[in-house]
């Protein structure tokens, strides 16, 4: 079981105690990366700043909240090499008979997966700093002063939980701006 704190970025709307009595928000639209669920930046608050100034023009909030998920409820494309593996033989599987074609996303395969009813997970995580590219201001240390290898010290990892009820969600607060809490 893993304690994580995470950080949902929402738009500003001046209904700060709306969002205390409702949220967190699900994402539903079709564009959503990790298939419909409560998005969530893990442990660094920089990606849903990044996120607010990009896509919010500036107007944004910040909320937190703290969630306990178990290793085995959670498909990890971060830090589970096997479940990289599982999603890469799912692609090539996918490929094989045809049903993989340029526009094929995360979102698609983990559909497939769902109506396979083999996708049984609480929650999934991904590495999407890749999105952000020059925009993001990243924090970097070099492996080797010789190489540009490096290690990022603030990776925009998203979770996106499908339950909030069973990842044991608690603590939700707006975190940015500073603001009484009154809900």
């Not at 990022?152 to 603001?179: H, S």
Request: proline residues 2%; negative net charge; aromatic residues 14%.
């Amino acid at each position: 079981m893993s304690l994580r704190t995470v950080f949902q970025t929402l738009r500003y709307k001046n209904n700060n105690a709306e969002v205390l009595t409702h949220g967190p928000y699900a994402c539903n639209k079709s564009n959503a990366w990790l298939h419909d669920g409560y998005y969530f930046w893990e442990e660094f608050i920089e990606p849903a700043h990044h996120w607010g100034k990009t896509w919010c023009a500036k107007k944004y909030i910040i909320t937190g909240g703290e969630c306990l998920i178990f290793e085995n409820q959670l498909f990890d494309l971060v830090g589970n090499l096997h479940h990289i593996r599982e999603m890469r033989e799912t692609v090539e599987y996918l490929t094989e008979k045809g049903l993989v074609t340029e526009d094929t996303t995360v979102a698609h395969v983990i559909d497939f997966l769902k109506k396979q009813e083999v996708f049984d997970y609480l929650a999934i995580r991904a590495d999407t700093t890749n999105a952000f590219r020059q925009k993001y201001k990243l924090a970097v240390l070099k492996y080797d002063v010789n190489n540009e290898t490096i290690l990022v010290m603030n990776p925009a990892v998203q979770i996106c939980i499908y339950d909030l009820e069973k990842a044991l969600f608690y603590g939700f607060r707006i975190v940015y701006p500073e603001v009484e809490q009154s809900a």
